[in-house]
């Protein structure tokens, strides 16, 4: 069944900023994305950056710059470098928020849902060593929840470091509530932590600035990943603290390594930075990451933004884990590789080809490059092995595992033609399409050898293999002295 179009959809990517995007965070990002497009939504991006033990510099700009190179483009959130401007309901930085979480925290604590806790380090870490002694859940063991006003007040007058925690019920009931991807979930108030709001440093709490954020912001679905399943009781139980209606929440399925462990680096690159540099494009990345963990409910793999936007839908998104596997990966963007204009193409390459050793200013060899190895290409980074071929260097004519390359290149009429063409080429002030077209008619004429038996030598000759592009495009590319060289030294 289609999934109704709502009215006044707002949805968020909250990422902490670590450094740089995470594929899993990408795919959070565009499942966001798309879902905002495809109801007629707004799309924020919001700036978890409170706990500041973990803040990187530069990170944020980072993360935008990569959002903004894989076409996620938010309708509210932060300014490159700039302080929050964009949006009504800013700042889009937690950071920047810093008031209005003391308000609401001091709100809860006004109305008894939160409390304030003075236990030091050492005695947090006591109790936690005594409870796995005794093979028993690590939660904080409630001591300040107890401690009388008068005690409560007189540590606060004499400014003893705290911090505030909520209360979770002391009863047997259970948090429940509806997950739009794993259906219901009903978690006893005995298993929830009496979590940490609002630490010592007077930063909350992912959990308490999260919550309020998706209040204030105007969030109405939360589509993030499974690691976050964990705290959602504790968020469902503040928003009925606060009396705010909560969102919608869709929990994306966990992303995998082959081997069905959860994606790691060891296994693998985990960051879009990672992919960006090795020439992946950014629509196939979208692309890719969009089918980890939801299906258009066909066979189609390969889907622009457009059509996923008309596609997409929460409720088909699956429940179990999705595996990250880069060779599906390396097959889709070198689809869509081939899709690609040369033109942008020869751009995109542009570093690589420099690295490769290229003279990138001369546009049109470059262009000929790209043309002859885009077939093959599974990325970009790929281009300095692929086009090695076009390099001045020695042929390495592998004729040991390929004994027909072997046997091609010694017949006779081989030679001859070798011959001919390395003369006839010393004529020429160059070789283009035209003149070299001319020159294999007359060393046919001259030499009696044609077909396969004068085509295949020449391209096995230039460039070691049976296949490949174009003959005329190669010897462009390769250039009149280095045909000639790659021809001679046949001749031993
Ligand atoms: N700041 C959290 C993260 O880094 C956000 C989780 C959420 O979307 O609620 O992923």
Redesign the pocket.
Known sequence: MEEPQLKGVKVRF???PTGFLHVG?LR?AYYNYLYAKKQGGTFVLRI?DTDQTRLVKGAVENLIETLHWAGIEYDEGPELSKKDSRGENGPYRQSERLDIYTEYVNQLVENDYAYHCFCSQERLEKVRKQQQEMNRRSQYDKHCRKLSKEERMSRLDAGMPHVIRMKIPEDDGTVEFSDKVRGEVAIPHENLDDQILMKSDGFPT?HMA?VVDDHLMGITH?I??EE?LPSTPKHILLYEYFDWEPPVFAHLPLLLNEDRSKLSKRQGDVAVEDYREKGYLPEALTNFVALLGWSPGDDEEILSTKELIRKFSLDRINKSGAVFNVEKLQWMNGMYIRETETDRLVDLAQPFLEEAGFDTGNRRKMTLIIDAVKENLRYLAEIPEVTEVFQPTPLNIDTEAEPELGEMLAKDSSKQVFAALADQFEEQEEITKDTFMAIMKSVQKDTGVKGKDLWMPVRIALTGEMHGPELPAVIEILGKDLCIKRFRDQLG
């Open positions: 909250a990422p902490s965070g959070t978890e992912y999260n939360v993030r990943g976050w």
